[in-house]
């Protein structure tokens, strides 16, 4: 079965360290893996895409790796701001064009 | 380019009631989706289109219902409102393809009490 889980389900970190979130997935076939950012109250807005080939991709203070050989990929956000409290979600295209998202994680980030 | 937009922002319905959630956009994307996203869940897939004049069912189709008679508008209509339908609703837009980055609405809050 398809399925996307992420860890941890939330954190706490204060303002300027840095983080590293997690997603599991066991999506096949797989074409892409996304990361959004979901402020309180809005929509999910895209950070970063990659594909099979890439192992690594930085977007800002946000960088994003795929292991596509273990099924995992990371989000590290480096010197962490208050703007960065979100929940952030791993989403896996399958290639039969279906989306499998994963739940978020909540990311609090405290001065 | 207002994006993706949602009316309403808020509804509070009685069960049994039915409702229009309404959606548009102005990017000219083909592709547009409904998705309910329940309290420290992930997002469902309720109906998409992938263009005008065709819809199909996602994920968690049962009690709603889509139309898509222009490509900017996909309105999300509930019949028969149950508790079990109390969420938030999101929808959103993509050029071409699924895989494509999505770009979402603000939500639509609602209650079913």
């Known amino acids: 079965k398809n399925q996307v889980e992420q860890s941890p389900q939330s954190l706490i970190i204060l303002e300027g360290k840095n983080c590293t979130l997690q997603?599991?997935?066991?999506?096949?076939?797989?074409?892409?893996l996304r990361w959004y950012k979901q402020d309180t109250g809005r929509g999910p807005v895209s950070l970063t895409i990659?594909?099979?080939s890439e192992n690594t991709k930085s977007n800002g203070r946000y960088t994003a790796t795929l292991d596509a050989d273990t099924k995992q990929s990371s989000l590290h956000i480096t010197a962490s701001q208050l703007s960065d409290s979100a929940s952030y979600i791993c989403?896996?295209?399958?290639?039969?064009?279906?989306?499998?998202w994963g739940a978020g994680t909540k990311l609090i980030i405290k001065p | 380019n207002a994006g993706v937009t949602q009316t309403p922002k808020f509804r509070i319905l009685k069960i049994g009631q039915s409702m229009t959630l309404q959606c548009t956009q102005d990017?000219?994307?083909?592709?547009m989706y409904w998705y309910r996203q329940d309290p420290g869940m992930g997002l469902k897939l309720i109906y998409y289109?992938?263009?005008?004049?065709?819809?199909d069912k996602g994920e968690v189709p049962n009690g709603y219902n889509v139309s898509r008679s222009t490509t900017e508008d996909f309105p999300l209509r509930l019949e028969l409102a149950a508790p079990s339908q109390t969420s938030v609703y999101f929808c959103?837009?993509?050029?071409?393809?699924?895989?494509?980055?999505?770009?979402f609405g603000p939500g639509t809050r609602l209650t079913v009490l």
């Open positions: 990017m000219n994307h083909n592709y």
């Open positions: 959103a837009s993509s050029y071409r393809t699924v895989t494509d980055t999505q770009y």
């Open positions: 997603c599991n997935y066991t999506v096949s076939p797989f074409s892409n």
């Open positions: 990659m594909t099979f």
């Open positions: 989403v896996v295209s399958e290639s039969n064009y279906q989306l499998i």
């Open positions: 289109s992938v263009g005008a004049g065709i819809t």
